[in-house]
């Protein structure tokens, strides 16, 4: 190989590092947003407190999607009364990359690629592809214990920005691409036993899983779309282009309380990229002062315990969406609710990022950083009530 051709090709894959690599930054600088006394100075009860499986750690990977889609429809199992089971998240995100990666083609690499996704997304794979347990399929080569894609993710970009750039794609290219992920995480099994009884990922998927993708609702609001619509949402991550009800800005917690009070938990795709949002000490809210504004000593003592916040308003979520400061980073489980000493109320939310924080795992948001920041929702349609159902016309 010659020398720019090795530049080049090193330059490549840097770059897809750097998209890989991308989660890891973004819980580091998380991380970073911490006081010492946060958990003594908040004081959380629960109210609404359902049931869930344990907490997961993603790894080195942009999945959160997918391990907070398939934490919610673990729920769901329990919900319905069944066993949960860890449903293979690595499975959901392995075929979401086929389809993204055939989309990527036809629109002849004029889309996003990266290793994001959308919560729906688990649905969409689970309806198409069905669903395996983790215990069946992990990923996981031999020797290691957490996923990292940081080496598959930019081999598998440059795959498809080449086959997207030739003039005719050879019809063979897929078939590359996947041996590229069976590689890395393995072959997916057609078969599998599991609790002393064969299944392929279909018949796991509605035998024991049985969920139907038709009863789950997606949900955003937007000022710039007409409310009690649907809407396309745009951003990179919605590569499959599926359409959201749009509800006004109070009704998203309107509709996540109605759903957690009759026993339906809530996946919610976020922004967690603000100062105000720290993992490590498991608390988010809106500060009544911009962070930026805010002196040394007012940031060191952002999470010393409960503070006022201001009321958003839906023009300010459009325009924080607009202006990139609202972004579509992250995937979450709303499994709660509780009240700090004063009585005011947060959503428990279960992350996928390992036990490291004050919570074990889990945080407190609170309903005006829900109002703000989200992204979208998706839940179970009977956790609605009647009437948002008819205003929605589901």
Partial sequence: MNVNKSIVLSLGLFIGTLGVQA???????????????????????????????????????????????????????IRMGKAPVEISQIYTARQTYIEKAKNYVRLHGDQAQGEGGQVHDVLTIFKKYGAVPKEVYSGLQEGQTRNNFGEMTPILHNMTENVAKSKKPNPNWLQAYTGVLDAYLGKVPENFSYQGKNYTPRTFADQVIGIKPADYVAISSFEAYPYYESFVLLIPDNWSFESFHNVQINDLTDIIDQALSKGFTVAWATDVSEKSFSWRNGVAYVPEKAVE?????????????????????????????????????????????????????????????????????????????????????????DGIANAMKKKLSI
Avoid at 41 to 55: G, K, M, S, W, Y
Avoid at 314 to 341: C, E, L, N, W
């Fill in 23 to 77: 989660q890891d930054n973004l819980i580091n600088s998380i991380k970073g947003n911490a006081s010492d006394n946060s958990k003594a100075a908040f004081q959380f009860t629960d109210v609404i407190n359902l049931e869930n499986t344990p907490i997961r750690d993603q790894g080195s990977t942009g999945t959160c999607w997918s391990y907070s889609g398939n934490s919610f429809l673990e729920s769901e199992m």
């Fill in 293 to 381: 504004l805010m002196s040394a000593a007012e940031q060191a003592e952002m999470f010393n315990g409960p503070k006022a916040e201001p009321t958003i308003t839906p023009a300010q979520r459009q325009a924080a969406f607009d202006d990139y400061s609202t972004t579509d980073d992250h995937g979450m489980h709303i499994v709660g609710t509780a009240k700090d000493q004063n009585g005011k109320e947060y959503y428990t939310v279960k992350n996928s990022w390992g036990e490291s924080n004050d919570y074990k795992g889990y945080m407190y948001v609170t309903k005006e950083f829900v109002r703000y920041k989200t992204i979208s929702l998706l839940l179970h349609k």
